[in-house]
C-alpha cells in the first residue's frame, strides 16, 4: 500500500505563491505517475497537472503558465511538489496529491492523500 501526505496550503492574496509539497511512503516501488488534483466547494474534483514516470508533464488548461509540476530528483524519495504562482480566487480548493501504478500521466490514480486546503483572497 501507499500513502500520500500533502503540505503546504494555506491563504494567500491574489497574486501570490504556494508550494505544495507530497510525501510518498510505503510501497513506492509501485508508484508510477504522479498527479495533484483539486475540488472546490460545489464542484467535481478536476485534473490539475502531472507527471510521469519518465517526467512527462501534462496541465490542466487553466493553470498553464501559473503552475509548475516537479518531482524530487532522487527517485527513492518519491517526493511530489506543485509551484502555484499568480494566484487567483478561482484556484481555491482541496489539493489532492495522488499515484498511479501506471506510468503515463493520463494513467488512472490508484492512491490518494487527504487533501490540503488552498484559499486566494481577492
Known amino acids: 500500500q501507499v500513502q500520500l501526505v500533502e503540505s503546504g496550503g494555506g491563504l494567500v492574496q491574489a497574486g501570490g505563491s504556494l508550494r505544495l509539497s507530497c510525501a510518498a511512503s510505503?510501497?513506492?516501488?509501485?508508484?508510477?505517475?504522479m498527479g495533484w488534483y483539486r475540488q472546490a466547494p460545489g464542484k467535481e474534483r478536476e485534473f490539475v497537472a502531472a507527471?510521469?514516470?519518465?517526467?512527462?508533464?501534462?496541465?490542466a488548461d487553466s493553470v498553464k503558465g501559473r503552475f509548475t509540476i516537479s518531482k524530487d530528483k532522487d527517485k527513492t524519495k518519491k517526493m511530489l511538489y506543485l509551484q502555484m504562482n499568480t494566484l487567483e480566487p478561482e484556484d481555491t480548493a482541496v489539493y489532492y496529491c495522488?499515484?498511479?501504478?501506471?506510468?503515463?500521466?493520463?494513467?488512472?490514480?490508484?492512491?490518494w492523500g487527504q487533501g490540503t486546503q488552498v484559499t486566494v483572497s481577492s
Open positions: 495522488a499515484a498511479s501504478r501506471a506510468t503515463v500521466t493520463t494513467s488512472r490514480m490508484n492512491y
Open positions: 507527471v510521469s514516470s519518465g517526467g512527462s508533464t501534462n496541465y
Open positions: 510505503g510501497k513506492i516501488a509501485d508508484i508510477g505517475a
